[in-house]
């Protein structure tokens, strides 16, 4: 087929801005190339595609980014700025998309404008939604996409899907991954992990304080969202508990990751998945997590890592201590089975197909 991907208008492919929507998009363009189709990705200026992805076309645009809706009020308006990316997105895929001759397109942003296009758009719009709900005018959009036609509609877990009001069982379609480039790590050093944006959805403190607990370092990796929210989870613990790593590229990351005995996985959010936590799986890390949201679905409780009740830290440091019992194989096993590229690639056409019919 000939499928336009179009990217997040929140920031560039590669500058870390789109959080797990960066990866995805890697590693559906890198799937879905390796499974024969021809692809284009539509992403903001200055993005940067991977070298899986190389066979691509890159189609940009520029423009102000988009507010991420998980930083809005759940009542608020929709909004666009005036001279928006995600407007230029969607004007530029529907007027030269048909001509392109795209079969599909799949949009991976969490935007109302897409969704509110999709019965009159000239050629067939696939949402992948990566998130749960956020804001209230996406609840409605996603609602009314599906009663529309739920086919086109598809979520990374069965648990972020039940934020919706869909008429019939989701499209699930989990994420995937480059087995190739998280090598495995047998033999963990005293450190805990912690990866994502540091924003308060994502629930640093806890994970911060439970390293405390156990007098354990926790390295920390990822874009700080929100300067004011890392140095009060910094004051909150004694000093030298969190080292912060920065937001690095998926190889040094994983490299630096898989040195840990386990990543800690706190959101106080329902997380669509968690792109994080089968990451450091890949790497034989266990996860240690809360059962709540994405997280709560991917982790194999006592066999890749352990759950623990949402919000309690007490639980969530003795389970730390208990990560030892968990096989840093096992880890390892089970992304290869259920989260590689291929695997993802194969769902998502299989997606397609069906809407198309
Ligand atoms: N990440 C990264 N480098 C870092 C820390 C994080 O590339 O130093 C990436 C990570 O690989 C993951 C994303 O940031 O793909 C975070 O995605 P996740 O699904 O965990 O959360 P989101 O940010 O989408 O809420």
């Known amino acids: 087929m000939r499928i336009l991907v179009v990217s997040t208008p929140v920031g560039a492919l590669g500058s870390g801005r789109g959080g797990g929507v ?3 998009a890697c ?28 066979a691509a076309e890159l189609w940009t645009c520029c423009g102000s980014s988009q507010t991420s809706a998980q930083h809005q009020q759940r009542s608020a308006a929709i909004t666009m700025p005036a001279d928006g990316l995600l407007q230029a997105f969607w004007r530029r895929a529907l007027l030269e998309g048909p001509g392109a001759g795209f079969e599909a397109v799949i949009n991976l942003a969490y935007d109302w404008l897409p969704l509110w296009l ?43 899907a039940e934020d919706f009001c869909l008429p019939q069982a989701p499209v699930v379609l989990g994420n995937g991954f480059d087995l190739d480039a998280y090598g495995f790590c047998a033999e963990p050093e005293p450190l805990l992990g912690w990866a994502g944006r540091v924003a308060p959805e994502k629930g640093l403190e806890d994970a911060a304080a439970a390293a405390a607990q ?18 009060a989870v910094e004051a909150s613990v004694p000093a ?34 968690g792109n994080v936590v089968v990451e450091a799986l890949a790497c034989g890390v266990p996860v240690v997590a809360y059962r709540r949201g994405g997280p709560g679905e991917l982790v194999q409780h006592g066999l890749t ?12 440091a003795a389970a730390v201590a208990q990560v030892g019992a968990i096989e840093r194989r096992a880890c390892r096993a089970w992304v290869e089975a259920n989260a590689t590229r291929a695997v993802l690639a194969e769902r998502v056409e299989a997606w397609l197909l069906a809407g198309l019919t």
Request: glycine share 6%; hydrophobic share 50%; net charge negative.
């Open 22 to 24: 960066e990866l995805t």
């Open 27 to 54: 590693a559906l363009v890198a799937g879905l190339l390796a499974r024969g189709h021809r692809v284009t990705v539509l992403a903001a200026e200055e993005s940067v595609l991977p070298t899986s992805c190389l």
């Open 118 to 160: 999709t019965p009159l758009a000239p050629l067939p719009l696939f949402h992948l939604v990566s998130m749960g709900s956020v804001s209230e005018a996406m609840d409605l959009a996603i609602a009314e996409l599906a009663a529309w036609d739920h086919r086109r509609l598809a979520f990374h877990t069965r648990v972020q």
């Open 214 to 231: 156990l007098g354990l370092p926790l390295a920390v990796w990822g874009l700080v969202e929100d300067q004011a929210y890392a140095a």
């Open 240 to 273: 030298g508990t969190l080292q912060w790593r920065g937001f690095l590229p998926t190889n040094q990351l994983q490299q630096q990751l898989g040195h840990c005995q386990a990543l800690l996985n706190t959101p106080k959010w329902n997380e669509a998945y």
């Open 305 to 316: 890592g352990l759950l623990v009740e949402p919000d309690d830290v007490t639980a969530l």
